[in-house]
């Protein structure tokens, strides 16, 4: 027991991705001028799993569409050493759909959750951002040397009095953080790993699925936001549909369409 109470972080078994996330961070914290000893980054979980298709994509698609997206879940954490004991700071959660996966998620990865708390200690102080975009923009260049050609980020913060992963944290007298505050955050970063070349380019999903003419190519992720909203949406897109088959235009073009067709069975006469 005593020698489980003496492990620290860096006792914990390595991997590929924290190997490379924790590399990359070191250097690329040096170049900006900043330390933040004792870093350690690793994967404390990582297990398969299978997002299940929401039942109103294979009612609408059928066999086109498959059952199931195969994924690597992962959750990532950065431990620093802190007055003698370790501290976790940072957390990432991500699903990883590889090649193997059917389309439309096909070689992408979804960081479902990033959360952090106060307690990291750098030099110069307040070095929290420097180092927590450094260890995204470190998991983006591996993902992207392991052929994960998308990366979705959730942008969205908690609401007030729910935590995403760090669930006993002090109490902060400060209002619940804006999105626009934190999508700000996150685009900073997406700029820095442009910068960088770590990502070639990065836009809104809006944007991003705005050439799509079919839902079937839509990716969608285990447990986000927009699996829940696929019924509302499709029966919206039914009703449209239903409304412009029955519309009076429509009715109107069937009328034009029979008097052509007398028109022409006179002339014939």
């Known amino acids: 027991l005593r020698a489980l109470q003496r492990r620290s972080a860096s006792d914990l078994p390595s991997c590929a991705t924290s190997d490379a996330v924790e590399a990359h961070v070191a250097v690329e914290i040096a170049a900006a001028g900043v330390q933040a000893s004792g870093l350690v980054v690793r994967v404390v979980s990582q ?13 609408r698609y059928g ?37 193997d996966c059917p389309p439309p998620n096909t070689n992408r990865t979804y960081i ?14 307040g070095q929290r951002t420097a180092v927590y975009h450094a ?9 992207a040397s392991c052929g994960f050609e998308h990366a979705h980020i959730w942008v969205a913060p ?4 729910v935590e ?21 955050w996150y685009e900073r970063m997406l700029r820095g790993a442009e910068e960088k070349g770590i990502v070639r380019s ?5 944007e991003h699925t705005s050439g ?26 039914e009703q449209s549909s239903s409304e412009r088959r029955e519309s009076p235009r429509g009715e109107k073009g069937k009328e034009k369409g029979k008097e052509k067709g007398k028109e022409k069975g006179k002339e014939k006469g």
Do not use: N
């Open 158 to 161: 908690p609401t007030a009095g």
């Open 63 to 99: 066999a086109d569409y498959p059952d199931s997206f195969p994924y690597r879940s992962k959750a990532l954490f950065a431990f620093q050493e802190v007055d003698g004991a370790d501290v976790c700071v940072f957390a990432l959660y991500v699903q990883e759909y590889d090649a």
């Open 202 to 206: 990065w836009s809104t999903l809006e």
């Open 135 to 143: 260890l995204l923009h470190g998991y983006l260049q591996f993902a």
């Open 212 to 237: 799509l003419t079919s839902m079937r190519d839509f990716p969608l992720f285990d447990g986000d936001f927009f699996p829940d909203k696929v019924p509302e949406i499709l029966e919206r897109a």
């Open 164 to 184: 995403y992963i760090f669930h006993g944290r002090p109490a902060d007298p400060r209002p619940p953080m804006a999105v626009e505050v934190l999508r700000g």
């Open 112 to 125: 479902s959750y990033v959360d952090s708390v106060g307690y990291l200690a750098s030099k110069p102080q």
């Open 47 to 59: 297990r398969l799993y299978h997002c299940r298709a929401v039942a109103g994509m294979k009612v």
